[in-house]
Antibody, heavy 120, light 107 residues
Framework: DVQLVESGGGLVEAGGSLRLSCTAS????????MSWVRQAPGKGPEWVGR??????????HYAAPVEGRFSVSRDESTNTLYLQMSSLKSDDTGVYFC???????????WGQGTLVTVSS | EIVLTQSPATLSLSPGERATLSCRAS??????FAWYQQKPGQAPRLLIH???NRATGIPARFSGSGSGTDFTLTISSLEPEDFAVYYC?????????FGGGTKVEIK
């Protein structure tokens, strides 16, 4: 079974940095499309970044609010996805989910999420 | 960026009633369109993909339809566990976006 487990969230001051991890099991992360999605308290989900499968170029895309501040990467040896976040703002507060797509055009596996709180 | 507008924001219904949720896109989108259900404290769960295909384990009372810019999620007869927030989402291009959500609450 596909399983995604996020970690690394916590409380950080505005302007600070944080790195989130997503440990994948049940599939090879390199072969999958992966994304980070976040959800602010009481709001709907919002895309953060996407990483295509290695065979499709491993292309990275970022949402406008995080472009230049966030970076998605993966470690093949540990089957782990990362989200490096810097210059954090209070608007970055929320639960961050690691998700993957095994169905074309849909994101069917989600982690439980990790909470990031940016204090101003 | 494609904007998805969901209506209504809140739907107040009783168990056993039919729920019809709408999602309108700001421009024509592909069939890479999905619906998700979210309950408090949980991650969203995929319900429908490819406009009308139920995800694994999703009951037949959930159905999706639509094309172009207008899409619908129908729950034929609400069960107690269906009261939740529902989001539409497209994968036509980047950035992928979610709608603002429809909360289905118990009347």
């Amino acid at each position: 079974d596909v399983q995604l487990v996020e970690s690394g969230g916590g409380l950080v001051e505005a302007g600070g940095s944080l790195r989130l991890s997503c440990t994948a099991s049940g599939f090879t992360l390199t072969n999958a499309w992966m994304s980070w999605v976040r959800q602010a308290p009481g709001k709907g989900p919002e895309w953060v970044g996407r990483l295509t499968a290695k065979a499709e170029g491993g292309t990275k895309h970022y949402a406008a609010p995080v472009e230049g501040r966030f970076s998605v990467s993966r470690d093949e040896s540990t089957n782990t996805l990362y989200l490096q976040m810097s210059s954090l703002k209070s608007d970055d507060t929320g639960v961050y989910f690691c998700i993957t797509s095994t169905i074309p055009g849909a994101w069917d596996s989600w982690g439980q999420g990790t909470l990031v709180t940016v204090s101003s | 960026e494609i904007v998805l507008t969901q209506s209504p924001a809140t739907l107040s219904l009783s168990p056993g009633e039919r729920a019809t949720l709408s999602c309108r896109a700001s421009q024509t989108i592909s069939n890479y369109f999905a619906w998700y259900q979210q309950k408090p404290g949980q991650a969203p769960r995929l319900l429908i993909h490819g406009v009308s295909n139920r995800a694994t384990g999703i009951p037949a009372r959930f159905s999706g339809s639509g094309s172009g810019t207008d899409f619908t999620l129908t729950i034929s007869s609400l069960e107690p566990e269906d009261f939740a927030v529902y989001y539409c989402q497209h994968n036509t291009n980047w950035p992928h976006t979610f709608g603002g959500g429809t909360k289905v609450e118990i009347k």
